[in-house]
């Protein structure tokens, strides 16, 4: 088993920062990929960012030169940073791991974004 427990969500204006921060314990040797998540109101989840253990980060095209995705091995923790935060980035992250059997989930932070 994974657990992943997230932080770093709020109200931002537009235009502001917001770092997300998702610590995995339990069987993390297994994790493969890191990454986020994210569904809006009415909309499926779609994936924001992914971070495979040494291979090359991918992100969706929306947040591609705003959001940066990282990991802290040391701290089992991977990060979101997200820049010039627009309304439409409003909903919930989620941060996953995947061990290539299996996918875990985080519980969720809701980033809003408005003035």
């Known amino acids: 088993q994974v657990q992943l427990v997230e932080s770093g969500g709020g109200l931002v204006q537009p235009g502001g920062s917001l770092r997300l921060s998702c610590e995995a314990s339990?069987?993390?040797?297994?994790?493969?990929?890191m990454g986020w998540y994210r569904q809006a109101p009415g909309k499926e989840r779609e994936l924001v960012a992914a971070m495979p253990l040494g291979g090359r980060t991918n992100y969706a095209d929306s947040v591609k030169g705003r959001f940066t995705i990282s990991r802290d091995n040391a701290k089992n923790t991977v990060y979101l940073q997200m820049n010039s935060l627009q309304p439409e980035d409003t909903a919930v992250y989620y941060c996953?791991?995947?061990?290539?059997?299996?996918?875990?989930w985080g519980q969720g932070t809701q980033v809003t974004v408005s003035s």
């Open positions: 996953y791991a995947d061990t290539g059997s299996r996918q875990y």
């Open positions: 339990g069987i993390i040797f297994r994790i493969s990929v």
